[in-house]
């Protein structure tokens, strides 16, 4: 539908309320976040129904992010907001998110509530390139990452005595070197050690047929 590329974003600095204050809408004691991921085929109105669904509950939207990309049919959007889980119920919130979905034929529509939600597991495969890694554990340690990593994988053998490696260890995390050349990326031992997880972080590593094969399962 759209030939040229649209991207919004918003960050609001104050609880933006569909015409209703932030202190009459939600009791702050009971305030619960959560986000939404959608992607559909772009169509004039998503933007409107999905801020009428969380609305209608008596939510509050926090920020969104939209991104429809040139010559492309596709809708991407990313929306976090507050609501009340006793006037919105979390399987409420499922079936109205996914009334939305057969709507518009979304591919994707995810709905996270980190409060109520188990957490996602995940699995890094890391470089040898410090600081992303360093700043994502940093991250989880103090719960701006709420998932449980399950183990982190790397072609860069760290020392014993390195931060990383006294990090990992103190909180549980197993680390697995895996020495990798041109000819042997080691991809099937990878994908043997991540079976278990929900998502993969690839921090500054970069590999084409693992996350071909990865598509795959």
């Not at 009791?27 to 129904?49: E, L, N, R, W, Y």
């Not at 976090?80 to 919105?88: A, G, H, R, S, T």
Request: proline share 5%; charged share 25%; net charge positive.
């Amino acid at each position: 539908m759209n030939l040229t590329q649209r991207r919004v974003s918003s960050r609001i600095p104050q609880v933006f309320g569909f015409g209703r204050s932030f202190k009459s809408s939600l009791d702050p004691s009971s305030i619960t976040h959560g986000i939404h991921v959608f992607q559909c085929p772009d169509a004039v109105g998503i933007v409107a129904k999905l801020s009428e669904c969380i609305a209608s509950r008596g939510g509050n939207i926090l920020g969104a992010d939209i991104f429809v990309p040139q010559n492309k049919n596709v809708f991407y959007s990313r929306s976090e907001f507050i609501f009340d889980p006793v006037k919105w119920p979390r399987v409420q919130m499922d079936e109205d998110f996914l009334r939305i979905s057969k709507m518009f034929d979304a591919t994707r529509s995810v709905v996270r509530v980190p409060k109520l939600d188990p957490k996602f597991k995940i699995a890094v495969i890391a470089s040898k390139q410090e600081h992303c890694l360093i700043d994502l554990l940093h991250s989880w340690q103090d719960g701006r990452l709420p998932v449980d990593i399950t183990r982190v994988i790397s072609n860069h053998d760290r020392g014993p005595d390195t931060h990383v490696i006294r990090f990992l260890e103190r909180n549980g995390i197993p680390y697995h070197y895996l020495h990798t050349t041109k000819e042997n990326k080691r991809e099937e031992e990878i994908l043997d050690l991540v079976q278990n997880t929900d998502f993969l972080v690839l921090a500054r590593y970069y590999l084409v047929n693992f996350c071909r094969a990865m598509e795959k399962i």
